[in-house]
C-alpha cells in the first residue's frame, strides 16, 4: 500500500514563503518520478513542478524563479518550497508520485494554501 502524506500548508501574507512536503510510504519513492499539482477553487488541477527520479526538474511559467522543487531519497520525501508567494498561488496543493516502468500514479490527500493579508 502507497501513501503520499503532505504537511506544510497554510495561510501566509503575499511576499511570504511556505514549504511543503510529502513523504512516501512503500519502496515506490526512488523509482518514482515526484510532482507538486494544484487545483484552485473553479479551476482545473495543473503541474506545479516536477522533478524525476534522477534530480531533472521542471515548473510551471507561473511559478518559475519563485518555487523550487527537491527530494530527499534518504527520506522518501519531496519538497516544495514556495517563495515570493501571490495570492494567485491559492490552491489545494497535491504531491504526486508516478512510477517510472509502470507510470501508475499516487496522490496524496491535498494541502491548502492560501495567500492572503
Known amino acids: 500500500q502507497v501513501q503520499l502524506v503532505e504537511s506544510g500548508g497554510g495561510l501566509v501574507q503575499p511576499g511570504g514563503s511556505l514549504r511543503l512536503s510529502c513523504a512516501a510510504s512503500g519502496s515506490i519513492f526512488r523509482r518514482s518520478a515526484m510532482g507538486w499539482y494544484r487545483q484552485a477553487p473553479g479551476k482545473q488541477r495543473e503541474l506545479v513542478a516536477r522533478?524525476?527520479?534522477?534530480?531533472?526538474?521542471n515548473y510551471a511559467d507561473s511559478v518559475k524563479g519563485r518555487f523550487t522543487i527537491s527530494r530527499n531519497n534518504a527520506k522518501n520525501t519531496v519538497y516544495l518550497q514556495m517563495n515570493s508567494l501571490k495570492p494567485e498561488d491559492t490552491a489545494v496543493y497535491y504531491c504526486n508520485a508516478e512510477h517510472v516502468w509502470t507510470k501508475k500514479q499516487y496522490w496524496g490527500q491535498g494541502s491548502q494554501v492560501t495567500v492572503s493579508s
Open positions: 522533478i524525476t527520479s534522477g534530480g531533472s526538474t
